[in-house]
């Protein structure tokens, strides 16, 4: 899709979505694609490194501050997901998953929190299992082609690139928080 069309479907979906969003009360995010540009750096030893946007990992202490949980839930392997979420402090996450709705049921359980309160960003295929289980299920602009059609918010960003970031300024702007920090800004340390 042409990027001008593009960002008028994602501010129409946008348009949309707006009384959704201010329901939300947990926000899981897959991994690879979406927190990362999807790209895999193997070592020589065999050990894979993955590269994150710290604007992304503000968006999410920013998150945690508004009262918004937020969990990963991947199917990737364990090791450079884990370090990402202690040092952002999200105290659930889940790396190589192999049914996420499963998954995402097990953590909605264990959160008490049900379908009308949670919201999953995916970028691809198998982010589609979730779809039963979540009030708003968005994508980044650079998703798979089958997600971007199912997604309630295709958003502008990639992922890796400021996709969290823009979900969730939209989720802090539902809720009267974002107009403040844009005012005052973040006093603590970004992520």
Request: charged share 25%; net charge positive.
């Amino acid at each position: 899709m042409a990027a001008p069309l593009q960002a008028l479907r994602s501010r129409i979906q946008r348009v949309a979505i707006g009384p959704r969003l201010a329901a939300v009360k947990l926000l899981v995010c897959d991994v690879d694609g979406v927190l990362t540009d999807g790209g895999l750096y193997y070592e020589a030893s065999g050990s894979v490194t993955k590269r994150f946007n710290v604007r992304d990992g503000l968006a999410i202490r920013m998150l945690q501050r508004a009262g918004i949980e937020v969990a990963l839930l991947s199917g990737g392997r364990r090791g450079a997901i884990e370090h990402r979420a202690r040092h952002l402090q999200i105290r659930h996450c889940r790396a190589e998953v192999g049914d996420k709705l499963l998954g995402l049921r097990e953590l909605q359980a264990e959160l008490d929190r049900g379908r009308e309160a949670t919201a999953f960003i995916g970028d691809d295929l198998n982010d589609l299992a979730v779809r039963p289980a979540t009030a708003l299920l968005v994508a980044p602009a650079d998703a798979a082609r089958g997600l971007r059609q199912r997604a309630d918010w295709v958003l502008r960003s990639h992922g890796g690139n400021g996709a969290v970031r823009e979900l969730a300024e939209a989720l802090l702007e539902s809720r009267g928080a974002l107009a403040a920090l844009h005012k005052d800004g973040w006093r603590e340390s970004n992520g």
